[in-house]
C-alpha cells in the first residue's frame, strides 16, 4: 500500500522566465508541460504575475456575495451579523492563497473596490448617496485588504520560522532573507 503517481494528472511547469518545457519521458509515460494548471483550487500560471488568479477569486466571490443578497438586504439582521457572514462566506473564498500572490498596485486596487462595493451594498448605501469610503468602513469596522493579506504572509513566515531548521521549507526562508539583506549568507559559527 504506498503511493502511486497519477501519470494523467502530471504536468512539468516552468515558473518564471523561459519558454514552456518540452514534454519529457519518465519511467515509460510521457508527462506534458503546461504553462496553467489548477491547484488546491488556486490558479497557478508560469508568469510571475498573480493578475489572473486574483481576478479569477473576485468572479468567485462576487459570485457568491450575489447569492447572499437577500441576506444583504433584510433589516431584521444586525450589521455585525451581516459583516460577520461576509467575512466568513465571501472574504475567506476571495483570499483563499492570498500569501503567495504577487500583488500589484493595480491588484491591490481591484480587490479595495470590490471590498468597498460590498461594503456599501451590505450597509445599504447607493451611488448617489455620496458617502466616503472612510464612513463606510467606520461603520463596518472592516480593515483593508493589503493588511489582512500582510498580516496573513506574518503568519505563514512566523510558522516556517517556528520550523526545525533542517526542514526545507526554513532553509528556503533563510535563503531568501539573507538574499534580500544584501546577498550576505547568514553563516553561524557552531
Same mark, same amino acid.
Given at each position: 500500500?504506498?503511493?502511486?503517481?497519477?501519470?494523467?494528472?502530471? %504536468?512539468?511547469?516552468?515558473?518564471?522566465?523561459?519558454?514552456?518545457?518540452?514534454?519529457?519521458?519518465?519511467?515509460?509515460?510521457?508527462?506534458?508541460?503546461?504553462?496553467?494548471?489548477?491547484? *488546491?483550487?488556486?490558479?497557478?500560471?508560469?508568469?510571475?504575475?498573480?493578475?489572473?488568479?486574483?481576478?479569477?477569486?473576485?468572479?468567485?466571490?462576487?459570485?457568491?456575495?450575489?447569492?447572499?443578497?437577500?441576506?444583504?438586504?433584510?433589516?431584521?439582521?444586525? *450589521?455585525?451579523?451581516?459583516?460577520?457572514?461576509?467575512?466568513?462566506?465571501?472574504?475567506?473564498?476571495?483570499?483563499?492563497?492570498?500569501?503567495?500572490?504577487?500583488? *500589484? %498596485?493595480?491588484?491591490?486596487?481591484?480587490?479595495?473596490?470590490?471590498?468597498?462595493?460590498?461594503?456599501?451594498?451590505?450597509?445599504?448605501?447607493?451611488?448617489?448617496?455620496?458617502?466616503?469610503?472612510?464612513?463606510?468602513?467606520?461603520?463596518?469596522?472592516?480593515?483593508?485588504?493589503?493588511?489582512?493579506?500582510?498580516?496573513?504572509?506574518?503568519?505563514?513566515?512566523?510558522?516556517?520560522?517556528?520550523?526545525?531548521?533542517?526542514?526545507?521549507?526554513?532553509?528556503?526562508?533563510?535563503?531568501?532573507?539573507?538574499?534580500?539583506?544584501?546577498?550576505?549568507?547568514?553563516?553561524?559559527?557552531?
Amino acid at each position: 500500500m504506498g503511493l502511486n503517481t497519477s501519470w494523467s494528472k502530471t %504536468k512539468i511547469q516552468n515558473l518564471g522566465h523561459g519558454v514552456t518545457p518540452a514534454a519529457v519521458q519518465l519511467q515509460g509515460h510521457i508527462v506534458q508541460s503546461t504553462d496553467r494548471f489548477t491547484y *488546491l483550487c488556486s490558479d497557478i500560471q508560469s508568469s510571475e504575475r498573480s493578475t489572473p488568479e486574483i481576478l479569477r477569486r473576485i468572479g468567485l466571490a462576487s459570485n457568491i456575495f450575489g447569492r447572499l443578497a437577500d441576506v444583504w438586504k433584510r433589516t431584521g439582521l444586525s *450589521l455585525q451579523t451581516k459583516i460577520r457572514l461576509y467575512n466568513a462566506l465571501v472574504i475567506s473564498v476571495l483570499l483563499y492563497g492570498s500569501e503567495t500572490w504577487t500583488l *500589484l %498596485k493595480a491588484d491591490e486596487r481591484r480587490l479595495e473596490e470590490f471590498h468597498m462595493n460590498c461594503q456599501r451594498r451590505i450597509v445599504g448605501i447607493r451611488w448617489f448617496h455620496f458617502v466616503t469610503n472612510a464612513s463606510v468602513t467606520s461603520q463596518t469596522g472592516e480593515e483593508g485588504f493589503a493588511i489582512r493579506i500582510c498580516r496573513r504572509r506574518l503568519s505563514i513566515f512566523g510558522h516556517v520560522r517556528r520550523l526545525p531548521e533542517a526542514t526545507p521549507a526554513h532553509s528556503a526562508l533563510r535563503l531568501a532573507v539573507d538574499a534580500r539583506a544584501g546577498g550576505k549568507p547568514d553563516i553561524r559559527p557552531e
